[in-house]
């Protein structure tokens, strides 16, 4: 059964901060690795990574992934109070587009 | 282009009764999946859906069925509704191995 393994699972930070999430993951068949935000509401797409080495940018968000030790990282530079929410990652096979989640790591930015 | 859509948007059911939830994805995604959202467990994959045919299924009971229309439009049935089926039900639909995108949810009260 494939697993999805998030720490932390709770981070309080002041803004201006860095933060680093961690996901590590065991799937048979591996395709690709995503990360979602959410808030009160429907999760959001940040990133989807299939290739190893490769970083994923979008502003003060970035993400790579490693497939030999089956992790990835999601960093948050200069944090805001608006990137408090809880940070999913999930994984898909080469089945379909099942995904399969990890608990969430919930990230509180405090002013 | 229009996200993905849900209705309705809150339904409360009383035990026993069935409920049906609509998910119009966005257009040109022919895959759509659900998931069951609860505190306890998470985000759970329910099934997903490719040119009208399921393609993975979690586990959950028959009780929780779908289907997928020829637009592309898929519908989730849950019958004999039972307390423990009170969460947010999401859809997400995607160009088949691409990420997925979600949307707004419906929040299911079964009391």
Not at chain 1, 75 to 101: K, M, P, W
Not at chain 2, 76 to 97: F, H, K, P
Request: proline share 4%; hydrophobic share 30%; glycine share 8%.
């Amino acid at each position: 059964e494939d697993k999805v393994v998030q720490s932390p699972l709770s981070l309080v930070v002041h803004e201006g901060d860095t933060v680093t999430l961690n996901c590590s993951y065991e799937v048979t068949n591996f395709r690709s690795l995503l990360w979602y935000k959410q808030e009160k509401k429907a999760p959001t797409f940040l990133f989807m990574l299939t290739s190893s080495g490769i970083e994923k940018k979008s502003g003060r968000l970035s993400s790579i992934l490693d497939k030999k030790e089956l992790f990835s990282i999601l960093n948050i530079t200069a944090t805001q109070t608006g990137d408090s929410a809880v940070y999913l990652c999930a994984v898909t096979e080469t089945s379909g587009s099942r995904l399969t989640f990890g608990e969430g790591t919930q990230l509180t930015v405090n002013p | 282009k229009a996200g993905v859509t849900q209705t309705p948007r809150y339904l409360i059911k009383t035990r026993g009764q069935q409920v049906t939830l609509s998910c119009s994805p966005i257009s040109g995604h022919r895959s759509v999946s659900w998931y069951q959202q609860t505190p306890g467990q998470g985000l759970q994959f329910l099934f997903e859906y490719f040119s009208e045919t399921q393609r993975n299924k979690g586990n959950f009971p028959g009780r929780f069925s779908g289907r997928q229309f020829s637009n592309s439009r898929s519908e989730m049935n849950v019958s004999t509704l039972e307390l423990g089926d009170s969460a947010l039900y999401l859809c997400a639909s995607s160009r088949d191995i691409y990420e997925q995108y979600f949307g707004p949810g419906t929040r299911l009260t079964v009391t």
